[in-house]
């Protein structure tokens, strides 16, 4: 494919309309995250489907905060009401729709065929999509926000692209569960590393230190994102090596390396006119 084709094809996804296709995926992602994530009705040997049962409410906000995840941080960031993601009812009503379909429908019916492996490779495929047009535009309108205060930037990107991962601590705490070591930052997921870096190759185009045509990098920003995502439903973190290598150089890992290594060492046998060293460390009487 030569540069105008992909142009003409990046100009087209950088187009896209969000609503209501790929907020329709958005929502069924987190609704299907809140029915399957750690409940104690699972725990006690019950269905996922057992927590909406009990708790439709909880299931409900729970459901809500993390379909505008992205909006609540954001506010939160920019000192904004909480529930100004809220005003849109055509929004709420969208997601409150998904949120009982997901949980009520009959014979869940729904369910099953959203967790269908080629189902949700479309629905996570979308979602890819929402995730990029999230970012950039975060980007775009932290830097007329924050001018010049990219570590600022940065994190309003990053939060955008990733801001579920981040709301799931407190979404779990409306559903009845208190779990602060699954907070974000303790153990970053793949989508938020792969949402730092878009955000940083976004910043550097806007700013103009790397000169790239826009509509290309949006273009292959998505098909990051898509590849990343991929990779994830094989278990693989594409990030790992990288991360590994930099903690090594940086991070103290190549002393802790010779540490263990000089711990490890064999320590010199010393011997005696006497008696002689045994291989346990004791010395055994001459005849």
Not at 57 to 86: H, N, R, T
Not at 231 to 244: R, S, Y
């Amino acid at each position: 494919m030569d540069l105008d084709s992909l142009l003409i094809v990046g100009s087209a996804v950088k187009r896209l309309k969000m609503f209501p296709f790929f907020d329709f995926a958005h929502y069924i992602l987190m609704c299907l995250t809140v029915r399957d994530d750690y409940h104690p009705q699972i725990a006690s040997g019950g269905s996922s489907q057992a927590f909406s049962r009990v708790h439709p409410l909880s299931s409900w906000v729970g459901s809500m905060m993390m379909c505008f995840s992205g909006g609540i941080l954001g506010s939160f960031l920019l000192g904004e009401p909480l529930i100004a993601p809220f005003r849109n009812g055509r929004d709420v009503l969208l997601a409150t729709g998904i949120w009982y379909f997901i949980n009520y429908s009959p014979f869940d019916f729904l369910h099953k065929l959203c967790v269908f492996t080629p189902v949700t490779a479309v629905i996570c495929s979308l979602k890819e999509v929402h995730r990029a047009n999230k970012v950039y535009h975060a980007v775009l309108f932290a830097l007329k926000t924050f001018p010049g205060a990219y570590i600022l930037v940065a994190i309003y990107g990053v939060l955008k692209g990733s801001a579920a991962t981040h709301m799931r601590l407190f979404q779990r705490l409306v559903c009845g569960v208190w779990q602060p070591s699954s907070i974000e930052i303790l153990k970053p997921c793949v989508m938020t590393k792969a949402s730092t870096v878009a955000v940083i190759l976004f910043l550097l185009d806007f700013t103009g230190y790397v000169d790239i045509d826009e509509t290309l990098l949006y273009l292959a920003i998505v098909a990051f994102f898509l590849a990343v995502h991929f990779l994830t439903f094989f278990g693989v973190d594409p990030f790992a090596p990288f991360e590994n290598l930099i903690c090594s150089v940086f991070m103290g890992g190549i002393m802790d390396a010779v540490n263990r290594a000089r711990k490890q060492s064999p320590q010199p046998v010393e011997t005696s006119s006497k008696g002689r060293t045994t291989t346990n460390g004791r010395k055994s009487k001459e005849e």
